[in-house]
C-alpha cells in the first residue's frame, strides 16, 4: 500500500506560480511511476505530468508543457508540481498519483479499472483571471 498526501494548493491571479507537493509513504520500489492529474467540477480527468520513481524522463500533457514542471526529492519522498504562468483554465483539483507499474508512465500513472494504482486526496487549485 502506498499513501499519497498533497499540499500546497490555493488562490492565485492569472500568470501567477503555486508548487504543489505530495508526501507518498509506503513500499515504493524504482519501477514506480508518480504523476499528476486534475479534475474541473463538470469536465473529464486530465492527465497533467509524471515521472518515474527511479528517475528519468517527465511527461506532460500539452496543455502544460512549458509552464509545469514535475520533480522528486527521493531523500524526502516527496514529489512536486511547479506550475508556472498560470491560466483561468488551469483551475481544478489537483490529484497525485502512483503506480506499481512503470508502464503507465505515459498514461500519467492512472492504471486501468481493476488496477487504478493510488491516489490522494487532492488540492484544490483556483485561478482568477
Known amino acids: 500500500q502506498v499513501q499519497l498526501v498533497e499540499s500546497g494548493g490555493g488562490s492565485v491571479h492569472a500568470g501567477g506560480s503555486l508548487r504543489l507537493s505530495c508526501v507518498a509513504s509506503?513500499?515504493?520500489?524504482?519501477?514506480?511511476?508518480f504523476g499528476w492529474f486534475r479534475q474541473a467540477p463538470g469536465k473529464e480527468r486530465e492527465g497533467v505530468a509524471s515521472?518515474?520513481?527511479?528517475?528519468?524522463?517527465?511527461y506532460y500533457s500539452d496543455s502544460v508543457k512549458g509552464r509545469f514542471t514535475i520533480s522528486q526529492d527521493n531523500a524526502k519522498n516527496t514529489l512536486y508540481l511547479q506550475m508556472n504562468s498560470l491560466k483561468p483554465e488551469d483551475t481544478a483539483m489537483y490529484y497525485c498519483?502512483?503506480?506499481?507499474?512503470?508502464?503507465?508512465?505515459?498514461?500519467?500513472?492512472?492504471?486501468?479499472?481493476?488496477?487504478?494504482?493510488?491516489r490522494g486526496q487532492g488540492t484544490q487549485v483556483t485561478v482568477s483571471s
Open positions: 498519483a502512483a503506480h506499481w507499474d512503470a508502464v503507465f508512465w505515459g498514461r500519467f500513472c492512472l492504471g486501468p479499472p481493476g488496477s487504478e494504482g493510488y
Open positions: 509506503g513500499y515504493i520500489y524504482g519501477s514506480y511511476c
Open positions: 515521472i518515474l520513481a527511479g528517475g528519468g524522463s517527465s
